[in-house]
């Protein structure tokens, strides 16, 4: 009998809302850069969570590679993502209070993951995100899961989108996934730019109520695992 090998990947979660003690300390593990863009940011709430997701970031990857969290030397490669020359694969989301972090061991896999709180969006963004074959799929569902619908779309693709860097940048309606509550994650269509189809996987998740969440990689046609951490 022969296994199928499969692609591990960790996916942490955790809140972002911190009381002082906490901000200030994970704060004191941030680089001069990451300090820089958290002075940047307008309202204070968004700086706070911006400190506790990259903090925390900072502890987990301290984890996998044994080097202290504030020493860690996070840089960006051509597309400006986040990454270690010396450790694992990560990507790193947050939305709503919470943030998630996919790390895989293997360095070289392209890997995303995105999250989003479910919310009221105006009907008229549709089709500026999704391709002809998503959007006949949201029009099969009942109007009540249309908005369900239309996240799944979002976190999967842009899961896709942040692994090979592109972000909102890239073209978000090359893409085509499945969104369906409740349906497995398929990735149906990709662009050319980004190779094969079989060289995809996905995994869709939530990290709690109201909220849907898609982590994507690259394998080059292996199966992947997940494991939820906290």
Same mark, same amino acid.
């Given at each position: ?5 499969? !692609? ?13 003690? *906490? ?12 300090? =820089? ?29 044994? *080097? ?72 099969? /569902?009942?109007?009540?899961?249309? *908005? ?10 842009? =899961? ?7 972000? !909102? ?9 499945? !969104? ?16 094969? /189809?079989?060289?995809?996987? /996905? ?5 709690? *109520?109201?909220?849907?969440? =898609? ?16």
């Amino acid at each position: 009998m022969t296994f199928r090998q499969t !692609l591990a990947i960790d996916l942490w979660h955790w809140p972002i809302d911190c009381d002082n003690a *906490q901000t200030a300390a994970l704060s004191g593990l941030l680089d001069a850069q990451e300090s =820089a863009r958290a002075g940047k940011f307008v309202h204070e709430r968004d700086a706070r969570r911006f400190v506790a997701g990259r903090g925390r970031m900072r502890e987990i990857l301290s984890l996998y590679t044994g *080097q202290p969290a504030g020493a860690l030397d996070i840089g960006g490669d051509r597309f400006a993502k986040p990454r270690l020359s010396d450790g694992p694969a990560f990507n790193l989301s947050h939305s709503g209070g919470w943030a998630v972090l996919a790390v895989v061991e293997d360095n070289s896999v392209a890997l995303g993951v995105d999250i989003e709180l479910v919310r009221p969006v105006d009907a008229e963004l549709y089709p500026n995100v999704l391709s002809e074959t998503e959007m006949a799929e949201l029009e099969r /569902l009942p109007p009540e899961a249309r *908005q369900r619908g239309f996240f799944n779309a979002w976190t999967r693709k842009e =899961a896709i989108l942040k692994a090979t860097g592109d972000g !909102l940048d890239g073209d978000i309606k090359a893409l085509s996934v499945s !969104l369906t509550p409740g349906k497995p994650a398929r990735l149906l269509a990709v662009s050319r730019s980004i190779g094969k /189809l079989r060289d995809w996987r /996905l995994h869709a998740f939530s990290p709690g *109520q109201g909220f849907a969440g =898609a982590i994507a990689a690259m394998t080059r046609g292996l199966d992947i695992s997940v494991r939820h951490r906290d």
